[in-house]
């Protein structure tokens, strides 16, 4: 089955850039999907195809996918970024499932 | 306004069942395909199950650690969402949230809260 590897957690400070990655095997060729969890509460989308943005969403949060590597950029970090993020794909060549990275927790320092 | 609403959760012993139902509003239910995720205390999240809509047969996929314990289905007369949990496991522990996909290509842009479903004696 198709595998996504978050590292399991990134710290930095208020107002630095975040870039939290997520491998797997030519996930280029994947529409990747970001989810941030605070604690206690549901998911929310954060990014969509690759790229896309909810309304809703500040633009400081953006993605990037190529290769082996999808990336989620937070830009100018807050404290209220503090949270678990979650990358997910659709599967659909031997099985058509939903898959979804460790996650990564952001400390903000 | 998209809202999702779990219920159904609750404890309950190994091999025991558990009927999950999600009540959908703010959206035309029946044009959308629909998905269960859990959560086990701690953990990350894991997707269980999707269901297509009518025009997709109601075709549905089941992840390979649920497939043939767990059954999704729908009710678009009543704009409902289930999940049938039979043959429960210690390991099916975890809190259930159920998600809209917005086109059909596999991603969630509105989750439940979620409900708590305890497997243990």
């Known amino acids: 089955s198709y595998e996504l590897t978050q590292p399991p957690s990134v710290s930095l400070a208020p107002g630095q850039t975040a870039r939290i990655t997520c491998g797997g095997n030519?996930?280029?060729?994947?529409?990747v999907h970001w989810y941030r969890q605070k604690p206690g509460q549901a998911p929310v989308l954060l990014v969509y195809?690759?790229?896309g943005r909810p309304s809703g969403i500040p633009e400081r949060f953006s993605g990037s996918n190529s290769g082996n590597t999808a990336t989620l950029t937070i830009s100018r970090v807050e404290a209220g970024d503090e949270a678990d993020y979650y990358c997910?794909?659709?599967?659909?060549?031997?099985?058509?499932?939903?898959?979804f990275g460790g996650g990564t927790k952001l400390t903000v320092l | 306004e998209v809202q999702l609403v779990e219920s159904g959760g609750g404890l309950v012993q190994p091999g025991g069942s558990l009927r999950l139902s999600c009540a959908a509003s703010?959206?035309?239910?029946?044009?959308?395909?629909m998905n269960w995720v859990r959560q086990a205390p701690g953990k990350g999240l894991e997707w269980v199950a999707l269901?297509?809509?009518?025009?997709?047969?109601?075709?549905?996929e089941y992840a390979a650690s649920v497939k043939g314990r767990l059954t999704i289905s729908r009710d678009d007369s009543k704009n409902s969402l289930y999940l049938q949990m039979n043959s429960l496991r210690a390991e099916d522990t975890a809190v259930y949230y159920c998600?809209?996909?917005?086109?059909?290509?596999?991603?969630?842009?509105?989750w439940g809260q979620g409900t708590l479903v305890t497997v243990s004696s």
């Open positions: 269901i297509r809509n009518k025009g997709n047969s109601y075709s549905t």
């Open positions: 998600g809209r996909d917005p086109d059909g290509s596999g991603y969630f842009d509105h």
């Open positions: 997910q794909v659709w599967e659909n060549t031997r099985d058509h499932q939903g898959v």
């Open positions: 703010g959206f035309t239910f029946s044009d959308h395909f």
């Open positions: 030519n996930i280029g060729a994947h529409s």
């Open positions: 195809h690759d790229t």
